[in-house]
């Protein structure tokens, strides 16, 4: 590839939004340095002259944040810093056209589909058989593995299927293959990640086939951790919680998304399914698996949500006491369904609705927290921060959820595991000392 660079290019990949984002912007790495193109994550050195931005479109705050990053690029290449700076991703999926137009000094957009496309700018050709050749962008000792594309769900919030198509799986061999790659890479914990996960292998195997997914990617030799994000509450598959409690390699954690417990909400939002229902496979998974930890996702201020609907949501929380929750306000997405909706609650209203059921989850959290003070876990060592170690449990998922605070006067290294009795315990996270 020519650019008015006279040195050898350099590209550097942004990537915003989730972690399936990362993967893409993984996979990208791994086909452009299998071919000899020098290229790095998220460069602070700012010696690269090739930019290509991974964005999101999610929500508003997150398109936003897109947007601005282009803009930042392509004022560097105004300046003459950059060469080139190309946009991929779900925001570009969505808005091509109107990218196109508002922001014409990108030198190419592309869509969530469109590596091959990519990589024909660098005057390569996409090859199948790199997809797993990824050039990591987290730590070495974990990773996540992208099992499906795109949703076949009509969740009445979501854009993601507008953005990322239909359901598509991986297979098996695929995955396995995959996972033992990053194993011998040094990775020991994987995190299995879809838009939906337990929709996996009804397109290619004609039947839900997590939990031999899940067998399969156990016997990998090496593998410490597998941990479960993003799984459908309706028709859960209670083979995925039998697979987990007789696998000690796969983590006793399941994030499932359930947006809300007002039946009114859930017709809303297009669930499918009821809060009685919710209620009866929340009692099954723990009947199954009572050490089980168990972290779900909300939306406050969706269309038509009342007073009575949030406290219905405060109960539920406060019945069930969930792990770990995340919490978003409902982002008025054009061309989903809820858009034919009024978006009549102000933004102060959905900000002050997330505020106050978080207080309520502050609390479980922390009575929870309470209640691990001195139990010994295995902690797996993540990173030392401003001179503490900070690791996590097999309860905890990298970034969104609680922390270990490690108390060691022996150097620990990133990626090893050590058992801790918890001392101390906080809102969301805990503290320890090492046992042998």
């Known amino acids: 590839m020519k650019t008015k660079s006279q040195k050898k290019d350099k590209v550097n990949i942004i990537t915003l939004g989730c972690s399936k984002n990362l993967v893409d912007s993984e996979v990208l790495s791994g086909h452009l340095k299998a071919n000899e193109i020098n290229v790095v994550h998220e460069n602070e050195k700012k010696d690269h002259n090739i930019v290509i931005v991974n964005t999101c479109g999610f929500i508003d705050k997150a398109k936003e944040e897109s947007v601005n990053t282009i803009l930042e690029q392509v004022e560097l290449k105004r300046k003459g810093k ?58 070495s000792h974990y990773a996540y593995l992208k099992i499906s594309e795109g949703c076949n769900r009509t969740c009445s919030f979501c854009a993601i299927p507008l953005m990322r198509g239909k359901h598509v799986s991986r297979t098996i061999e ?34 839900r086939a997590l939990p031999e997914l899940l067998h399969r990617l156990a016997d990998v030799n090496g593998l410490e951790w597998i941990r479960l994000h993003y799984a459908y509450p309706s028709k859960f598959p209670l083979e995925i919680i039998e697979a987990m409690k007789q696998r000690d390699n796969i983590c006793n954690y399941l994030d499932m998304p359930l947006q809300h417990a007002s039946n009114n909400m859930l017709k809303a939002m297009k669930r499918q399914i009821t809060r009685e229902e919710m209620n009866d496979i929340i009692a099954s998974i723990k009947a199954i698996h009572p050490g089980i930890a168990l972290r779900t996702t909300l939306i406050a201020g969706f269309p038509g949500e009342t007073e009575d609907d949030v406290e219905e949501l405060i109960a539920f929380l406060q ?28 933004q102060e209203v959905k900000e002050e609705r997330a505020r106050r059921i978080m207080e309520i989850q502050q609390e479980i959290s922390y009575e929870r927290n309470q209640e691990k003070i001195g139990q010994t876990f295995k902690v797996l060592i993540d990173k030392k921060e401003s001179g503490k170690y900070l690791g996590r449990t097999e309860f905890d998922s990298v970034e969104v959820d609680n922390e270990v605070i490690v108390q060691s006067n022996k150097k620990l290294i990133p990626g090893t595991f050590v058992n801790v009795k918890i001392t101390k315990a906080y809102d969301f996270d805990l503290e320890g000392e090492i046992v042998s």
Request: net charge negative; glycine share 4%.
């Open 82 to 139: 950059l060469d080139k700076v190309y946009v991929t991703g779900c925001l570009s999926e969505r808005y091509k056209a109107n990218l196109e137009a508002e922001i014409p000094e990108v030198d190419a957009y592309f869509g969530t589909m469109e590596l091959p496309n990519i990589l024909k700018q660098f005057d390569i050709d996409y090859k199948a058989e790199l997809t797993g050749e990824r050039m990591l962008s987290t730590p």
């Open 174 to 207: 695929d995955l396995v293959h995959e996972a033992e790659k990053l194993v011998k890479s040094g990775v020991k914990e994987i995190m299995l990640i879809a838009q939906e996960l337990t929709y996996y292998g009804l397109d290619i195997y004609k039947n």
């Open 319 to 346: 019945l069930h006491r969930f792990d770990r929750v995340g919490i978003f306000t409902y982002s008025h997405e054009e061309n989903t369904s809820a858009y034919d909706l009024e978006d009549n609650i102000p």
